[in-house]
């Protein structure tokens, strides 16, 4: 099976439409529009924990990993995506990070956007 059949995912991509500088010269706020709806599989890479005391919290790390011919790079964001049968798995701002070519695809991290 190759890697390409994994990627039942669906990523609603975004990208921003920078429109100039204000009064000040300051960049304007970001205006998202969509770029594309891409196929891809998401998933967790690792679980960890921290203990501080009486705390203990999980952190995980969410990977996306998409086609090579896929147009999307590190100033691109993810808002959504859903499996084959459109049920949403993941909806929030997520930022692509450490984008890197593995053989046949990239990965990246996704950072959900502060």
């Known amino acids: 099976m190759s890697f390409r059949n994994r990627m039942i995912h669906r990523a609603t991509v975004q990208v921003n439409t920078p429109a100039g500088t204000d009064a000040h010269g300051h960049p304007t706020k970001p205006i998202w529009s969509l770029a594309q709806i891409s196929p891809c599989w998401v998933y967790n890479s690792k679980d960890g924990f921290i203990n501080d005391g009486e705390k203990t919290t999980t952190v995980r790390q969410l990977k996306i990993a998409f086609d090579l011919s896929a147009n999307i790079t590190e100033a691109h964001r993810v808002t959504l995506v859903t499996d084959k049968n459109t049920v949403t798995l993941y909806s929030g701002n997520y930022l692509i ?16 956007a502060a």
Do not use: S
């Open 97 to 112: 990070h450490n984008k890197v070519r593995k053989y046949t695809h990239y990965e990246a991290d996704l950072v959900v």
